[in-house]
C-alpha cells in the first residue's frame, strides 16, 4: 500500500510540473486544403498577406507581455511543377523554392522580433518563374511563454468580482485523502 500511494503522488507530481512547462502555441492559418487562397500565373504572379496572431479568438498574444521564442510558416502548393520558382520574403529575409507541394520555413530572428513587437507578421511571396498553380493554405505556428495566465482569450483577465485564491481541484484532495487514509491503515495494521 505505501508502494501504491508513493507511486501515485509521484504520477500526481510529474503530472502538475507538466502542465506548468507547457508551452503556448499560437497559430493563424489561411485558407483550407482544397480551395485556392491564390492562384499564381502570369497575370498574378504576387501575394501578400499579414499575420495577426494579437486578434486570433482563442488564447490571443499579448506584444509586450507574451514573448515568442521559435515559430514556422508551412505553405501548401497545388499543381506546382519544375518550371516554377517562387521567391518567400518574411521581413529582411528571403527565400526561393521550386517544384515543391509543402515547405516549411523556421522563422528568423528578425521575424520573431516583428512578432513579440507588434505580434504581426507581413509575408510576401512572388512567382518569378510561373508556369500555373495555387497556395492552397498558410500556417504561421509561434511557440513561447504565455505571461497572461487566466486569460479569457481576448488578453483581458476576465472580472472575478473578489481576489480570492484559485482552488485546487477536487481529484488533488482526493489524491491527498488516499495516501494518508492508506498511511494510516498500514500503520494501525502493522502495530497491531
Request: glycine letters at 8%.
Amino acid at each position: 500500500m505505501k508502494k501504491a500511494c508513493a507511486a501515485a503522488g509521484f504520477g500526481a507530481i510529474l503530472a502538475f510540473s507538466s502542465l506548468a512547462g507547457a508551452t503556448p502555441i499560437w497559430t493563424n492559418t489561411v485558407g483550407q486544403s482544397g480551395s485556392a487562397t491564390h492562384t499564381f500565373n502570369n497575370g498574378q504572379p504576387q501575394f501578400s498577406y499579414t499575420f495577426d496572431i494579437a486578434n486570433i479568438n482563442n488564447n490571443a498574444f499579448l506584444p509586450g507581455t507574451d514573448m515568442i521564442t521559435s515559430g514556422e510558416l508551412i505553405l501548401y502548393f497545388k499543381n506546382s511543377d519544375a518550371r516554377d520558382v517562387t521567391e518567400i520574403r518574411l521581413g529582411d529575409y528571403t527565400t526561393t523554392i521550386m517544384d515543391t507541394a509543402e515547405t516549411r520555413i523556421q522563422l528568423p530572428a528578425d521575424a520573431l522580433n516583428q512578432l513579440n513587437t507588434t505580434g504581426m507578421l507581413a509575408m510576401n511571396i512572388n512567382a518569378t518563374q510561373v508556369n500555373s498553380f495555387r497556395l492552397e493554405n498558410l500556417i504561421l505556428n509561434a511557440s513561447g511563454v504565455d505571461n497572461t495566465p487566466f486569460t479569457n482569450g481576448t488578453g483581458e483577465i476576465p472580472p472575478t468580482g473578489n481576489d480570492t485564491a484559485p482552488v485546487p481541484e477536487p481529484s488533488t484532495f482526493i489524491l491527498l485523502g488516499a495516501c494518508l487514509a492508506g498511511m494510516a491503515f498500514w500503520r494501525k495494521r502493522s502495530a497491531s
